[in-house]
């Protein structure tokens, strides 16, 4: 681990301790996203994911307990210089607290720390909540891609170049 990660290893959100998501962590990403995305991710697609080299996954924990209020997951590309986003939610009942501002500015700054010069996500057209917390937090529209979720409904493709300041 880098000495950037090992100092921004745990933080605070106010009541909630943000950190690397671990194994035992994995049960509520899929509970979480049973219940905020359309389409959520299968147990043994995030487990496939969660083991490759360049994935984490950091969550907010209300209280420092063990209940999953938040999460973000991110992928740092092979070639070094990229990273792509995997997945952001928020549990409804911790909405509006600045937890995916907070996890989203730190993975920003830990795909930095690794090497990620630029990250680039997918939105759902139907998502204008999300499309407008990404250009808040200083991401650009690049395009539209036609049918990109399983359902077949278009995502707005969505990137943004880090800076020293690991993308704050």
Excluded: K
Aim: hydrophobic share 40%; with cysteine; glycine share 10%.
């Amino acid at each position: 681990m880098a000495r950037h990660e090992v100092r921004t290893a745990f933080a605070r959100c106010g009541p909630y301790q943000l950190r690397p998501l671990t194994w035992r962590d994995l049960a509520q990403v899929v509970a979480l996203e049973r219940l905020v995305f359309a389409e959520p991710i299968r147990p043994r697609e995030l487990v496939s994911l969660y083991r490759r080299p360049g994935v984490t996954y950091v969550g907010a924990f209300p209280d420092g307990g063990h209940r999953l209020g938040a999460y973000f997951g991110f992928e740092c590309l092979p070639s070094g210089h990229g990273t792509h986003v995997l997945a952001n939610a928020t549990h409804p009942d911790d909405r509006r607290r600045g937890l995916a501002r907070a996890l989203v500015s730190w993975g920003l700054e830990l795909a930095y720390a690794r090497g990620s010069r630029w990250i680039v996500g997918e939105v759902r057209v139907s998502n204008a909540a999300q499309l407008a917390f990404m250009e808040v937090m200083g991401w650009t529209v690049a395009d539209r891609m036609p049918r990109f979720f399983g359902n077949g409904e278009d995502a707005w493709m969505v990137y943004r170049c880090l800076d020293e300041a690991g993308g704050q």
